[in-house]
């Protein structure tokens, strides 16, 4: 069975990145981004950007009744998952590829509660260094999408599915075996750099030279893989070593997405990173000072915005 059309729910920085990518290559009916209705008006009337270039989005609403998706796409944020997976259910049907983008270890199991585990792959979103400012995003690295089943070893039909249609659309990808340590990855990855960047009130720079942001990021880190020991996905320096190189290939310019939002004004994903590190301290005893600072100074930096 091909993948012939996709559904987006989302439009943040990775929802852009990937439906531009996506739009360039497929009929324009073929690719839906869902919205309600105040948000296709907004992107409508200012349109959306991608490193100038405006992206031509076929826009549809969590009312209209369509056709299932073959890949259904969330890069929503973690708070606004539960939103995400009510209005998409026109977009789910007996064979859907469900796919999450989001941070953090925990949308996939969520969004299978409600449409079924047979329809997820874990995925993991890397390597990217997109910014985004309003309706503009900008990026130098358009990073991969990796993806496989969560039971490791396992090489199913969806993700042969997908592994063709990703061929076809040049989406760079790799399918992983074991997902749940490349999650637990991607999460040591942004619990370090995301909050770092964030209290400092930088960019990806200041944690790519020696200094006291980054060993406060590697010591976040290290903390994260204290914990994947007990959680069973065992990281060790060695994938210390990878996400840290993953993170000097970007740009130096670049922002993760904690910082965009504290430069906004917005709230942020502290408690999916170092909330979820803290709790899971507490339920192992395992000792968390470094993710207990950077949860208490994100939220002061959030205090003040009123």
């Known amino acids: 069975m091909t993948i012939k059309k996709v559904s987006i729910i989302g439009l943040g920085a990775l929802g852009v990145l990937f439906g531009n990518h996506l739009a360039k290559k ?3 009916k073929d690719l839906r981004i869902i919205a309600d209705k105040d948000r296709i008006k907004r992107y409508e009337a200012d349109n959306v950007y991608c490193n100038g270039e405006p992206c031509h989005f076929h826009y549809v609403t969590p009312e209209e009744v369509c056709e299932p998706a073959d890949l259904l796409i969330f890069a929503v944020k973690f708070n606004g998952l539960e939103d995400a997976i009510q209005v998409v259910k026109h977009h789910v049907g007996e064979n859907t590829i469900i796919l999450s983008l989001l941070n953090g ?3 996939e199991a969520i969004i299978s509660e409600a449409y079924g585990m047979d329809k997820v792959l874990y995925s993991v979103a890397q390597g990217m260094d997109a910014v985004k400012v309003g ?3 900008t990026y130098d690295h358009m ?3 990796c993806f496989g089943e969560r039971e490791p070893g396992y090489v199913s039909e969806k993700v042969k599915r997908l592994t063709k249609f990703f061929e076809k659309m040049e989406v760079p990808y790799e399918v992983d075996t074991n ?3 490349r999650q637990w990855g991607k999460f040591m990855l942004n619990v370090g750099v995301n909050q770092t960047v964030a209290v400092y009130r930088s960019d990806y720079g200041e944690v790519q030279r020696d200094g006291p942001a980054r060993d406060m990021m590697i010591s976040a880190m290290s ?3 204290a914990l994947s020991e007990k959680e069973g996905a065992r990281l060790t320096e060695e994938d210390l070593q990878y996400w840290l190189k993953v993170m000097g290939t ?6 993760p997405s904690m910082a965009q939002d504290v430069e906004a004004r917005r709230s942020s994903e502290v408690d999916l990173f170092a909330g979820t590190v803290v709790r899971l301290g507490e339920k192992h005893g395992v000792p968390t000072p470094i993710n207990r600072e950077l949860y208490r100074r994100v939220q002061l930096l959030e205090s003040q915005y009123k």
């Open 135 to 137: 309706n503009q995003l």
């Open 26 to 28: 497929m009929q324009k």
């Open 105 to 107: 270890i925990s949308s």
């Open 179 to 181: 997902m749940v340590r």
């Open 250 to 255: 970007l740009s130096p310019e670049g922002k």
């Open 223 to 225: 903390e994260v893989m």
């Open 143 to 145: 990073g991969m999408i």
